[in-house]
């Protein structure tokens, strides 16, 4: 199937068939206009790309930080501590936002269980 792009055809359709459907394409000559044109486009995506990451990475800080403070309230004992960290709101959202994290588990008692956890994603972060 040959399909014809223009100036104005959507880049993303372009570049999905191009890439993905491996379709025949004719193309206008290269201009100075095409080349300005498809380097804002670049650049649009680039920029919603460091977007996301940057939110990303204030979640995973917002967080860690929510983590932190849980740790160092001394009027919570350790259990609960363990409840509130491994919980859905703070070790699974973690494990959604950091990519290939993992850490060791001394499943020695809840304050060990807790520092290691929070020790691990203390450098991951860090890492990142």
Do not use: C
């Not at 309230?73 to 959604?96: H, M, P, T, V």
């Amino acid at each position: 199937m040959n399909q014809e792009y223009h100036l104005t055809s959507n880049y993303k359709s372009f570049i999905m068939d191009n890439i993905v459907n491996d379709y025949s394409m004719e193309f206008e000559p290269l201009t100075e206009m095409v080349l300005d044109k498809s380097i804002a486009y670049f650049q649009t995506l680039k920029d919603e790309l460091v977007t996301i990451k940057n939110r990303s990475g204030k979640e995973i800080y917002d967080i860690f930080q929510i983590m932190e403070s849980i740790i160092k309230n001394k009027s919570l004992e350790w259990d609960e501590k363990y409840n509130l960290i491994f919980s859905k709101n703070i070790s699974i959202e973690l494990s959604k936002l950091l990519d290939d994290f993992s850490y060791y588990d001394p499943d020695s008692g809840y304050e060990d269980d807790v520092l290691a956890y929070y020790r691990a994603v203390k450098d991951k972060i860090k890492m990142d």
